[in-house]
């Protein structure tokens, strides 16, 4: 398990991380999204080991994972911005890492390279962007590690690679207990492999938890509203997060059961009224323009 406990960091006067903590279980597979400039790089290169905290502490099954070989070997990092060496090959990375990670799987990396027709003499450096992110994704695979750190992995994927990654994903943590904790902007990329998600605005968190869990708390309503009088009884007793309209059609997020948003609309009988379940996107613009983060502001 991964704890971390009153993390801050900071680049000269901006506050990067700002007093996050947060637990990602064994075994689940851990979505991190935010705001650009939201801090989700700096907080995946502290989680690897690769910057040290200000303040606060990270843990890896308990121990320290800043200047800490030993669990550093658990952990295998694909940064958005991967580094390969200068006319460097497949073959010549394969060589690295099994020098760095003991338990490096060599004939899974052969399968996989064979699998996803990579040239393993073939130069890197002459291979597309989403080549690159396939090589990084198989090394990552193969060195069986317990954590494995993705930040933005499936951009530059095209769709049939995305689905294979996601397949080889769920295939490791079935056989092996992998926990991959994935960084992304494209939330309907994580909507349908991620259990957990974080959500990071402005350097700190605003909110962790199970996906499915918070789609059942939180709701789009849509009604027909006639009376500026019933609009105002709907925020009284609903705990409304956003409201949007076009004419006397109403679109209102809230948040509570949904069987209790039902039994208020019944009592309160408008024209028309429906309950439609929220995307992990629209989940997501909702919780930030509650922090004042407005999508419509910056569109309009």
Not at 134 to 161: R, W
Request: with cysteine; glycine share 8%; charged share 30%.
């Amino acid at each position: 398990m991964i704890e971390v406990k009153n993390l801050q960091k900071s680049f000269d006067n901006i506050k990067a991380i700002d007093n996050i903590s947060a637990k990602i279980e064994d075994g689940h597979v851990f979505g991190l999204i935010g705001t650009n400039g939201a801090g989700k790089s700096t907080f995946m290169r502290m989680l690897c080991g690769v910057l040290r905290p200000e303040e606060g502490e990270i843990l890896i099954d308990g121990e320290p994972v800043y200047d800490n070989p030993a669990v550093k070997e658990k952990i295998f990092y694909i940064s958005d911005e991967q580094y390969f060496f200068k006319s460097g090959t497949p073959k010549d990375m394969l060589k690295l890492y099994q020098t760095c990670y003991p338990n490096f799987d060599t004939a899974k990396w052969t399968e996989l390279m064979k699998k996803f027709g990579l040239d393993i003499r073939r130069k890197v450096n002459t291979f597309s962007k989403g080549m690159k992110k396939q090589l990084s994704v198989i090394c990552g695979i193969s060195a069986n590690t317990k954590y494995l750190m993705c930040d933005e992995t499936f951009d530059g994927l095209d769709p049939v690679m995305r689905q294979a990654v996601k397949a080889l994903f769920v295939k490791e943590i079935d056989e092996r207990g992998l926990t991959p904790i994935i960084a992304s902007h494209n939330l309907r990329e994580l909507e349908d492999i991620c259990e957990y998600v974080g959500l990071l605005h402005r350097g700190g968190i605003l909110l962790e938890k199970d996906i499915d869990d918070m789609k059942l708390n939180i709701h789009k309503l849509q009604c027909v509203i006639k009376e500026p009088e019933m609009l105002e009884q709907i925020k009284k007793g609903l705990d409304v997060v956003t409201v949007d309209n076009r004419g006397s059609l109403y679109t209102v997020t809230v948040r509570g059961a949904g069987e209790n948003v039902v039994e208020f609309m019944e009592q309160l009988s408008p024209v028309f009224y429906e309950i439609l379940p929220l995307s992990l996107e629209e989940i997501f613009i909702s919780e930030t323009e509650v922090k004042g983060y407005d999508v419509k502001a910056l569109l309009f």
